[in-house]
C-alpha cells in the first residue's frame, strides 16, 4: 500500500516532522513508506489481514526533501487516543526508532489540531495563572533550587529556602534528585519548608511559592501531593521524563488545583542528538497538553545544551495560541547567577521564569545576599541601566558580578 501522496493538504490531521537518514543501500522514500507504516497500521511486509477500515487510518507522506532528509507525514486523529499522551509517543515515539532501515531518525515537530486538544486538559494555572497567583505582572519571576542538591536535613533545607525568600526569590523548588529520602524525608522537608515560607511572606509582604519535587510511582506521587495540598502548599514539582507522560497526566487528572512545575532531567538522552530522537520542542508541546503550568526550556547562556533558535522555538510554542489551551511558563535554568541575566532577558523577555541555584547559594555574602544579587540585576535590566553601573550602588551584585563575570 503506498503512503506517498505529494501535495497533499492535511486537514485536521497531527502533522509529524521527521529527520530521516536510511541506512546503507536503502531508498529515502520506501524508508519514508515503512516509517509511516511502523507508526500506524503496518510492518514489514504487506497483510492478508489488512481491511478497508484499517485502510482509512493510514497516514500520507506529503512532503520531504531527499537532500535534508526531511519528511511531513499526516496522520488521521483516529489513530491515536483522545486524551493520551501515552499513546501519541507509543506511535509516533516508538518502534520506527528501532527499524534496521533507518540509521538515524529524529522527531522535530508535532502540529496538533485545535480539535485533538479538547480531549486534553492542558495547563490548569498557565502563564496568568502563575503571575495572578504571585501578583506579580510584570518582571520575570525569580526562582532557586535548595543545593546542595541532596545532603541537607528537613530544617536545614528550609533555613536555606527561607534565606532566598527573604533576598527576593518568589519561588524555591527541590532539586531533581531530591524527593524521600532517609536524611531527608519529604513530609518533614515539606512542613519545615511550608513553615518558613509563611514566615517569608510575613516578613516581605510578598507571596512566595515551594515546589516540593513528588517524583515516585503514581501513587505515591498523589499522596504527596495531597499531603503538600493540606499544609497548603499551592506548587507541586514533577520530573516528567523520570515519571513518564502516564504519571504526569494522571495527576494532572486529579483537578488538585495545584500549579505543576515540570523539570525534564533526562531529556537530554534523546532531545540532544541532532541526528536521533525526540526534540524538546515536541516534548514541550506534549507537555503543554499534559497539562504542566511552568517547564524547564534552557537558556541559551548558561551551563546547559540548547542552542538559541531551539530554545526560542520552545519558549515561542508554549504560548501560541493553541485552542482552548493555556500557556506555559517557561523556566530557564542551569548555571545562571546575576551576570546572566541582560544576556536571558534581551534573548528571552520578561515572561520567564529565572531559576539560579549555584548562582544564589554560591554567593560569598551567602543565599539571601545571593538572592538580593539576583533581584537587583533583574531591576537594573527593567530600568535600562547596566549592571556595572548599578552594582556602584548595590553591593550584594557588586559582589556577585566580582564572583562570576
Ligand atoms: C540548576 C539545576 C537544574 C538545571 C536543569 C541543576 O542548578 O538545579 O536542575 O537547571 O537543567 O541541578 O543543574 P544551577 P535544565 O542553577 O546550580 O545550575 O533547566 O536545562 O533542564
Ligand atoms: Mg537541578
Redesign the pocket.
Known amino acids: 500500500m503506498r503512503l506517498i501522496r505529494k501535495g497533499y493538504k492535511p486537514k485536521e490531521e497531527l502533522v509529524a516532522t521527521f529527520y530521516a537518514e536510511p541506512a546503507k543501500n536503502k531508498d529515502f522514500i520506501s524508508v519514508l513508506e515503512s516509517i509511516a507504516r511502523e507508526s500506524s497500521i503496518g510492518t514489514w511486509t504487506s497483510l492478508r489481514t489488512m481491511t478497508a477500515s484499517a485502510k482509512k487510518l493510514a497516514p500520507k507522506i506529503f512532503y520531504w526533501d531527499e537532500k535534508k532528509h526531511i519528511a511531513k507525514i499526516a496522520y488521521p486523529q483516529d489513530l491515536f487516543e483522545r486524551g493520551s499522551i501515552v499513546q501519541i509517543l507509543s506511535s509516533l515515539g516508538g518502534n520506527i526508532y528501532g527499524m534496521k532501515d533507518v540509521k538515524n531518525l529524529r522527531w522535530l515537530d508535532i502540529e496538533i489540531p485545535e480539535s485533538f486538544c479538547k480531549a486534553f486538559k492542558g495547563p490548569a494555572f498557565g502563564i496568568e495563572g502563575v503571575r495572578k497567583h504571585f501578583k506579580v505582572k510584570d518582571r520575570p519571576l525569580l526562582g ?2 535548595v ?1 546542595p ?1 541532596v545532603g541537607l536535613t528537613p530544617k536545614q533545607h528550609a533555613k536555606v529556602a527561607f534565606k532566598a525568600w527573604l533576598g527576593g526569590c518568589d519561588l524555591v ?1 527541590d ?3 531530591l524527593t524521600d529520602m532517609r536524611f531527608n524525608r519529604f513530609k518533614k522537608r515539606v512542613e519545615e519548608t511550608l513553615k518558613m515560607k509563611e514566615k517569608a511572606e510575613s516578613i516581605t509582604g510578598e507571596v512566595k511559592a515551594y515546589m516540593p519535587n513528588i517524583s515516585a510511582p503514581a501513587d505515591e506521587m498523589l499522596e504527596r501531593a495531597e499531603f503538600v495540598k493540606e499544609l497548603g502548599g499551592s506548587y507541586i514539582m514533577i520530573d516528567i521524563i523520570a515519571c513518564g507522560f502516564s504519571g504526569l497526566q494522571f495527576i494532572r487528572n486529579q483537578n488538585l488545583g495545584m500549579i505543576i512545575h515540570a ?3 533526562g ?2 538522552t534523546f532531545t540532544r542528538n541532532p541526528k536521533h530522537g525526540i526534540t524538546m520542542l515536541v516534548l514541550a508541546k506534549l507537555a503543554r497538553l499534559a497539562g504542566v503550568d511552568q517547564l ?4 541559551v547562556v ?5 542552542r538559541k533558535e531551539e530554545v526560542l522555538c520552545i519558549h515561542k510554542a508554549l504560548k501560541e495560541p493553541l485552542g482552548k489551551l493555556k500557556s506555559v511558563f517557561s ?7 546575576p551576570g546572566s541575566v541582560p544576556a536571558l532577558l534581551k534573548i528571552f523577555g520578561k515572561d520567564i521564569i529565572i ?8 554567593h560569598k555574602l551567602g543565599s539571601e545576599a545571593g538572592a538580593k544579587a539576583m533581584r537587583q540585576a533583574i531591576d537594573a535590566c527593567l530600568e535600562g541601566i547596566e549592571l556595572s553601573e548599578y552594582a556602584k550602588t548595590h553591593r550584594e551584585l557588586a559582589i556577585a558580578l566580582k564572583q562570576w563575570c
Open positions: 532557586t533550587i543545593k542538591k523548588k532539586d531533581e534528585n523539570h525534564r532531567a531529556h537530554a524547564h526550556i534552557g537558556t548558561g551551563k546547559m545544551h540548547g523556566v530557564c535554568s542551569g548555571g545562571l547567577h531559576q539560579a541555584g549555584g548562582g544564589i547559594h554560591g
